[in-house]
Nanobody, 113 residues
């Protein structure tokens, strides 16, 4: 069983930056990890993902602005978000995937114009 806890969300002006953290209850180095987001009235969408081998992929809407990475402690994943836009406003969820999926409770990111 893996428990995920996100942190780092908040209110930021357009053009600003935030770094989200996802702390796992156990080691997740063998898991594929992802950050998803869900805006009001919209479906949850993949923002960024990183495999156990370190390969990454991003939604087209965030390429060049967001960076996903794993922490040295092996049980943390980060999402560095730069040049934030109002359309990035959403609840951001951490996801761990290995044979089954685990989700965090989400953290709110609000970008004001």
């Amino acid at each position: 069983q893996v428990q995920l806890v996100e942190s780092g969300g908040g209110l930021v002006q357009a053009g600003g930056s935030l770094r989200l953290s996802c702390a796992a209850s156990g080691t997740i180095f063998s898991f594929s990890m992802g950050w998803y987001r869900q805006a009001p009235g919209k479906q949850r969408e993949l923002v960024a993902a990183i495999t156990s081998g370190g390969s990454t992929n991003y939604a087209d809407s965030v390429k060049g602005r967001f960076t996903i990475s794993r922490g040295n402690a092996k049980n943390t994943v980060y999402l560095q978000m730069n040049s934030l836009k109002p359309e990035d406003t959403a609840v951001y969820y951490c996801n761990a995937n290995r044979l089954r999926e685990y989700w965090g409770q989400g953290t709110q990111v609000t970008v004001s114009s």
